[in-house]
Each structure stands twice: as structure tokens, then as C-alpha cells.
């Protein structure tokens, strides 16, 4: 079995190494540019392939997503879609993303960029800092990153609804579904966590009215994809107060470059999309066990529903 690895990204010998013990019968080939017969490719374990690429092998069984967004395999028109492609659910991944939102919401809630700016004062006093339960998160998607997230969040005492295209049952967890019901659920997120797929649907839902619908004075975490926000609009809500704080993981170009008003903005802390890196440690043995079922003739899990767009 002939496994192709295309990722310009991830370091290709954790990976070559991870493989060897989940799937030691596949055979890797890392780049397109390992390949000698295109015609020996049986699958594709891949991040931001080339536009074009995966279609050029003729015997391909599925395309398998090294990240949890689908939109870099998406975005390819000729992507091959007779074949499963396969979302990455992976326990790594959950956990890096819970831990990035958590810390980053408790970084707004905790009032630590005002208390860094006090401490290069040399000043000593204490902020106001509202009890856990009062405080109001909402999570935008509850797929398997968003209901995590929204229970470690709640383990912290947090009230947390989250909004998502069906309704979902997270202990404790208040779910807001489909559109009629977002503009209560933006009402009360006073820290606004969005973790939703990028799809036609949701590109730009970060926005001026969107935003401008949160309490005053609200927080945003973006850990999802930079093309959910218009950044314009970030900027704007910055400046009025109707945001206090944004803490970015993604953009709209990456790496940000070098001019943007982001880096030097007092108000946004950028991190360069580490929320969740795919560990090969864990993601290999995921990807593995989806190829073990296909080579079963049993279907791989999640696929990609095209018409959903994720
Ligand atoms: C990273 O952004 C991913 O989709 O896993």
C-alpha cells in the first residue's frame, strides 16, 4: 500500500516515523515529487495540496485531511470527490485546541493584558473580575472542537451556550441553533470563541454587524480560519470599544505579514496558527485505523459531506 504524505507544513520524518508505527505495511511517500508511477497511490494524507494535484492518481481510495478544516481540500475545483475524502477527528488535536481556548478565554476574563501593562508600570492594583458563572462565553460550532472546548469551559464554571447549525445536547451547555436563534446567542457572549468550519456560509460572519451585536465592551477568540473575520471590521469595533480585546490565531494571509496593523494593535494578542497543531503521535494512529477500515471495505470516518461544505 503506497501512502502519499503531502504537507509543506508538518516535519516529514515525525510523520515518516509515526507511520511506521501505526501502518507499518504502507509505504510513504513524502511530497509528489517521491512518486514514481502515479498510478501506485492508494491514498492521500495531505494539508494545503496543490490545486490539481490529488487528481493526477488514477487509483487514489481517499484523500485523508491532516488538519480538522477541510477548506484546504475544498478549495481545490479539481479535487476528486469519487473517492471519501476524511475529516480529522483526533484526540491531540481536541486537546491542543481546548487548551488554546481556555487559556485565551481566561486570559480576557483574568484581565491579563491590563494587569501586564500595570506590572511595566510598576502598579499594584487589583482589576474587577466578574465570578465564573457570571461571566458569558459562547462558542460559535459545536463539532467535535467546539463541544470540547465548550465543556472544559463550563468545567470552569463559565456560562456557556454554544451556536451551530443543529441544535446540540453538551451538559450544561445553552445550544443556539441555525440563524434565527444567533443574534440572542451574540447578545449575551461577552467572549465570543468561534471554532466553525470555513465554508461559503460562514466566511465573513465575523463582521461589523455581527460583532456589533455582542454586549459592549465584548472579547473575541478566533482559532478557527482567518476568513471568517473581516478584519477591517475588528479594527473598527476596536476602536469604538464595542470590542476590548482579540486574541487571533489565524488570518486572512498567513504568515501575517510584516506590515499589518494587527502585530502593533495593544489590544490583539496574534498567535501563528499553533492553536492545534495535527501531532503525529496521536494522528497518526487515527489516520491509520481509517485506512485499516477502507482496506476492510468498511466507510472511513467523518467524511466530508460536499454539500455542507465540511
Ligand atoms: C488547522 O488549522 C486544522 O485545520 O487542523
Sequence with gaps: MVILFQSKTDDPQQWRRAFAGALPEAELRIGAEAVQDPAEVDYAVAWKPPKGLLKQYPNLKAILSLGAGVDHLASDPDLPTHVPVVRLVDPGLTWGMTEYVVWA???HHRRTREYRQQQAQH???RLEVPLGPSRRVG???LGELGADAARALKAMRFDVAGWSNRRKQIDGVESFAGQAEFGRFLARSE?????LPLTQATTGILNRQTLGELPKGACLVNAARGG???EADLLELLGTGQL???TLDVFREEPLPAGHPFWDHPRITVTPHEAAITPAETAAATIAENIRKMERGEAPSP???FSQGY
Design 244 to 246: 476590548a480585546e482579540a
Design 105 to 107: 478565554v481566561l486570559g
Design 303 to 305: 467524511m466530508v459531506d
Design 191 to 195: 467572549i465570543l470563541v468561534n471554532l
Design 123 to 125: 502598579r499594584w492594583a
Design 228 to 230: 471568517h473575520l473581516v
Design 139 to 141: 462558542v460559535m460550532g
